[in-house]
């Protein structure tokens, strides 16, 4: 795993065989890009504090990746072929650019009135907003059908599907 790191520039971090992790907090002042070879080898970010774009990349069904990011979350084109878990300690977040999930796909802001935007999604299973906040909003738009699992918005949801059903599960 990664232990307690101060980058001032951009970070890329890839695990070869077996799952990315980090041991301690993950202090970049670019971007951080994070990459599992293996096949469903996991990336288990949970200690981050990066300012710039966050991107996620792996191989196989079942390579999950979790990232927690002590600030706003800013997500870069990645692709995960199972799940994605994002969690954005304080600030919004949001994607810059696709971001492909084979499975579930939750997306969480931890402070007060945070807003999810996250308009170039293409998941394929259950996706999931967690807001707080009476004016914390979340919008979703997914290159396929959307099926909403269990979510909580304190603002306005905005939900769309690009091409399929919007349903809830």
């Known amino acids: 795993g990664l232990d307690t790191s101060?980058?001032?520039g951009n970070l890329n971090a890839t695990a070869t065989t077996g799952d990315l992790t980090d041991n301690g907090v993950l202090t970049v002042g670019g971007t951080a890009s994070f990459t599992t070879s293996g096949a469903n080898d996991d990336?288990?970010?949970n200690q981050l504090a990066a300012t710039g774009l966050v991107d996620v990349q792996t191989n196989g069904a079942t390579g999950d990746a979790t990232v927690v990011n002590a600030?706003?979350?800013v997500l870069g084109t990645s692709a995960v072929g199972g799940n994605l878990d994002a969690t954005a300690t304080t600030g919004n977040l949001t994607d810059n650019g696709v971001l492909t999930v084979g499975g579930t796909a939750s997306?969480?802001?931890s402070g007060a009135n945070d807003d999810i935007l996250v308009n170039q999604l293409a998941a394929t299973g259950l996706v999931d907003v967690q807001t707080n906040g009476a004016t914390g909003d979340a919008t979703v738009?997914?290159?396929t059908a959307l099926v909403l699992d269990t979510s909580t918005?304190?603002?306005n949801l905005n939900a769309t599907a690009t091409t399929g059903n919007?349903?809830?599960s």
């Open 6 to 8: 101060t980058v001032g």
């Open 43 to 45: 990336i288990l970010v």
């Open 71 to 73: 600030t706003a979350l």
């Open 107 to 109: 997306f969480t802001t």
């Open 141 to 143: 738009v997914n290159a």
């Open 153 to 155: 918005v304190g603002g």
């Open 166 to 168: 919007l349903t809830d």
